[in-house]
């Protein structure tokens, strides 16, 4: 591997860790407040780690939102919106944490976002990426995956032309969502919770090797790539008629095929899959997805490769 070939990519100084985005997801919102009191255990040479408690107000009523989906809201509308009297307070907000960590999009901008969440499905430690062209963020996937290993820990990439999140962690340079479950709402547990703080660790790791120069050669990581949102089946009163069939629920990130058994009706009729591949599901049966609609999500494998980097402030010192 010649040195012409290796990406210099600038050190990542400023560093922020959300909790209580969504605030009855209780295991970001913990470990927040913990580093919050005492951040020995995130501190990092080199840079700053700012621990965030993103909505305290649906943290405090222990709520998923007041108004409206704070990870949601962080699109250049929203953003650029006045601020009335009657503004949503997650709008509001997200305008608060864009002045703070952002403005997205600009060399002001925070370096990285670790966004913490929970989910009701059985998804385990899961990451999510958002530019299949980031590679930093894949490298620093790769790393937290070996790091982890044997443990499973899927990577789902939601980049797709027409499904726009505009999330909350969207305002830094590199934006990593943390999704861990099965956790019901309003609930912490100390497995879900110290699997959290394990890929925050191994994270920060990551980057405070990346800060003192060390090299990361070309590496390849298999993600799951949103294709579609599904719905329940639903009446013409737009009310859902069919539950998730005991077959499917549980068995995010496992393969799906045409034929395979998707909802149950209460009057036993089974509703199958009907496609011409093969599928993983994932967010199945979340608790917070009933009133977006959404039963679970359809993902294809693929493979991602970041190229060979380094950081540039070794060749800015000599």
Not at 117 to 141: K, Y
Not at 289 to 298: D, G, I, R, T
Request: proline letters at 6%; hydrophobic letters at 35%.
């Amino acid at each position: 591997m010649t040195s012409s070939s290796v990406v210099d990519k600038p050190p990542v100084r400023r560093v922020a860790i959300f909790g209580g985005t969504h605030g009855n997801e209780l295991s970001g919102v913990f470990l927040v407040k913990h580093w919050q009191e005492n951040g020995a255990e995130i501190h990092r040479t080199g840079m700053e780690v700012k621990p965030f408690l993103a909505n305290p107000g649906a943290v405090k009523k222990c709520t998923r939102y007041i108004d409206c989906d704070l990870n949601r809201v962080f699109d250049p509308d929203n953003l650029g919106r006045t601020v009335v009297e009657d503004i949503p307070y997650e709008v509001r907000r997200a305008q608060e944490i864009n002045h703070i960590f952002g403005p997205k999009g600009s060399d002001d901008a925070y370096d990285l976002i670790f966004d913490l969440h929970n989910t009701t499905s059985n998804m385990g430690g899961t990451l999510i990426l958002e530019n299949s062209r980031d590679d930093f963020t894949i490298q620093m996937f790769h790393y937290i995956k070996n790091a982890l290993a044997p443990e499973h820990c899927p990577v789902l990439l939601i980049e797709h032309p027409s499904l726009k999140y505009a999330t909350t962690r969207s305002v830094a340079k590199h934006p990593v969502g943390v999704e861990v479950g099965p956790q019901p709402q309003g609930v912490v547990r100390a497995d879900t919770l110290d699997k959290m703080r394990k890929i925050v660790k191994h994270g920060l790791d990551f980057v405070q090797l990346f800060n003192e120069g060390k090299e990361f050669p070309p590496c390849t990581i298999e993600v799951f790539k949103i294709m579609e949102k599904v719905d329940y089946p639903r009446n013409k009163n737009d009310e859902v008629i069919a539950i998730i069939h005991p077959e499917l629920q549980d068995q995010d990130w496992q393969p799906l095929n045409n034929g395979d058994p998707l909802f149950l009706t209460l009057d036993g009729e089974v509703i199958v899959y009907e496609g011409n591949c093969t599928v993983y599901p994932t967010f199945i049966n979340e608790a917070a997805y009933y009133e977006k609609k959404q039963a679970f999500v359809k993902t294809v494998k693929i493979k991602l490769t970041a190229k060979h980097i380094r950081s540039s402030v070794l060749d800015q010192s000599t």
